[in-house]
């Protein structure tokens, strides 16, 4: 087993025994492969070991990867990276999924430029959970009402929330700014009562226990499955 292959799956190791620690079933939390920053060859190479979803913060690299790779079949491409106006129509063109959605602005351009061939845009809103002052994010009291402006959009389907809190050392300090997390989605989830509302992307390669302990369904891990960049 090559060295790509060991830490591909360790990774989907920690999220079996984080799931089962919890007494959640295995499948119930979804690996992210975020690839930014490699090549498309690694890609593909994670992708021959079974990984279907990734990750790209930088559109046109992304874009670029969807391109050269369009010959594999049934990879799921999520932005995740912050997105600016002048970048919507490619994201709405060449993506699956948009994790970043923190103003109206922005889903609106993504349902007004989504084309009308391909299937809706699945969105998550980035929430700054933990009030970092620097961070993107719709801040906690607007996210209701930033959810029920998405969801009512066409050609897109509000699925969730994902969270990007401030690196923390402790498990128990991760642990609780991803209950915080949890908690908002759980609110959410309720006063929306929108089925597909089903997605929490939380958790990177450091904090990735913590993030499934506290109701991650999604995490997003680069280093962890590709090495250090």
Known sequence: ?????????????????????????????????????FPADAVAAVAALGQRDFGENYVQEGVDKIAALQGLTGLVWHCIGPLQSNKTRLVAEHF????????LKIAQRLS??????????????????????????????????LAQAVSALPRLVLR????????????DAQLAVHTQAKRLFDELQTALALPQFDTLSMGMSADLEAAVQAGSNMVRVGTAVFGSR
């Open 1 to 37: 087993m090559d060295e790509l292959s060991k830490r591909y799956q360790a990774v989907r190791e920690r999220i079996t025994q984080a799931a089962l620690q919890t007494g959640r079933p295995t499948l119930s939390v979804k690996l992210l492969a975020v690839s930014k920053t």
């Open 96 to 103: 699956d999924w948009v994790h970043s959605v923190d103003r």
């Open 112 to 145: 007004e430029q989504r084309p009308a061939h391909l299937p809706p845009l699945q969105v998550c809103l980035q929430v700054n959970v933990d009030g970092g002052p620097t961070k993107a994010g719709v801040s906690p009291p607007e996210a209701l009402a």
């Open 160 to 171: 969730g929330l994902m969270t990007i809190p401030d690196a923390m050392e402790s498990f």
